[in-house]
């Protein structure tokens, strides 16, 4: 299954070109590797997303082209979540 669309079917990520738009900016890595919007997923993939001053990394538990609000967290496994420090020493 596309990243793109993993992650907004398993409700990750709101909408598709969203999903899309983060990934092509470089700011998802799958398996330590960055990844873009059409990379193939597979079940026990590491997904690491950068969202604003959040690092999230998941597992991947299912992979499936329709999933209920219900199921959708089925689909994952948060492993990690990790803020981001802002840094200062260029002022």
Known sequence: MRLDKFLKVSRVIKR????????????????????????????????????????VTLEVLQLGAHARKEDAERMYKVVKEQKIEKDTSFL
């Not at 070109?17 to 193939?40: C, H, Q, Y």
């Open 16 to 55: 598709r070109t969203l999903a899309k738009e983060i990934s092509d900016d470089g700011r998802v890595k799958v398996n330590d590797k960055t990844a873009k919007a059409g990379t193939d997923l597979s079940v026990g993939d590491i997904v690491e997303i950068e969202f604003g001053r959040k690092i």
